[in-house]
């Protein structure tokens, strides 16, 4: 066993012995007043246990303004999923998504920066006042200067101002990063879910199926200060067949003919949890994803004996039973 200390709480979890490392999708070189540049490389860690497995990798895509570390730790100092997967047998790849995290930002390299992921946007996503109560897996501080929500918005940096540029840029070196690992499993949060989409698109061979936590929609959404999911599930140009080649295309056909092969056939999950907006409008994401011929199912937590969960149910109290459903449908495939 292991004592795991943050600057708030002492746990102790089961010890796993693995081996990680970390490398870089590299951006492209582009010229700066500078000099030459890489825009918006995706950073990569990993982590596989010390024997032998069969089983597929996950790579871990966290959500927007969010970083890798979202997998890695609670904030309040236990273990994240990233771990529970590796115990699990799974090896696990932890992204960074361009101009997040420890993939550096410069405007002069990636372009205009979003407006910054403070605490109001913070509160509104993960903590909403109007869900106090029945968010109980959340019994912490919802306001500024609380160590557990100042955890949360620490990670927090912005996105680019184009968002449908940011999953462009996302899926790009996503694509690569399965190019070098093989197929995989693809586990998406939030604003991650469009990437998800998208590099199935491009990867269709690759990406063996998805699951999506609390995915951003529904379909032609507009989220405030982000932009808006122009392609349906998406921001940035998915293939449909029969070729939809706008977004007003796309919009305006008919449900049943907006087929996506990147899809076609794959399995995904949606989890959502019982205390979050995200859960109103999941139903409609799976509807969509299987008129687009994926084989999408839904698992709403409450449904599995879990309850009071907000947007972020890695990060909350019961992170260890958010997780269960997720690895129940992995190890039934």
């Known amino acids: 066993m292991i004592t795991m200390q943050a600057p708030h709480c002492s746990v102790t979890t089961p010890q796993v012995t693995s081996h990680r490392g970390r490398f870089w999708i590299p951006g492209e070189i582009v010229e700066t007043d500078a000099g030459p540049a890489q825009r918006a490389p995706l950073y990569v860690e990993w982590e596989v246990k010390d024997q032998e497995t069969t089983r597929p990798p996950l790579v871990l895509i966290h959500g927007g303004g969010g970083q890798g570390t979202d997998w890695l730790s609670t904030v309040d100092g236990r273990p994240g999923w990233a771990h529970h997967f590796v115990e699990a047998s799974y090896p696990v790849y932890v992204v960074d998504r361009a101009g997040h995290g420890r993939s550096p930002y410069h405007p002069a390299a990636v372009g205009p920066m979003g407006p910054p992921f403070g605490y109001g946007p913070a509160q509104g996503l993960f903590v909403p006042p109007e869900r106090a109560e029945e968010q109980t897996a959340w019994p912490w501080g919802r306001e500024p200067g609380d160590p557990h929500f100042d955890q949360l918005v620490a990670a927090f940096g912005p996105l680019p101002e184009d968002l449908g540029y940011s999953q462009d840029l996302d899926a790009d070196r996503l694509a690569r990063l399965l190019d070098l690992i093989g197929p995989a499993i693809l586990v998406t949060h939030s ?143």
């Open 191 to 333: 604003a991650g879910g469009p990437v998800g989409w998208v590099t199935a698109d491009r990867r269709p061979d690759l990406v063996t199926a998805i699951v999506a936590i609390e995915p951003m929609g529904p379909a032609f959404v507009e989220f405030p200060g982000m932009g808006r999911l122009d392609w349906g599930l998406t921001a940035t140009p998915v293939t449909y067949e029969p070729s939809l080649n706008s977004p007003a295309e796309v919009e305006q056909a008919p449900p049943e003919s907006r087929r996506m092969p990147g899809l076609t056939g794959t399995d995904v999950l949606v989890v959502t949890g019982g205390s979050s907006a995200f859960a109103d409008f999941a139903d409609d994401i799976v509807e969509y994803l299987n008129h687009g011929g994926a084989q999408a199912t839904r698992a709403h937590l409450p449904e599995f004996g879990i309850s009071g969960n907000g947007h972020a149910i890695m990060q909350e109290q019961n992170s260890e039973e958010t997780i269960r459903p997720v690895l129940e449908w992995l190890d039934s495939r």
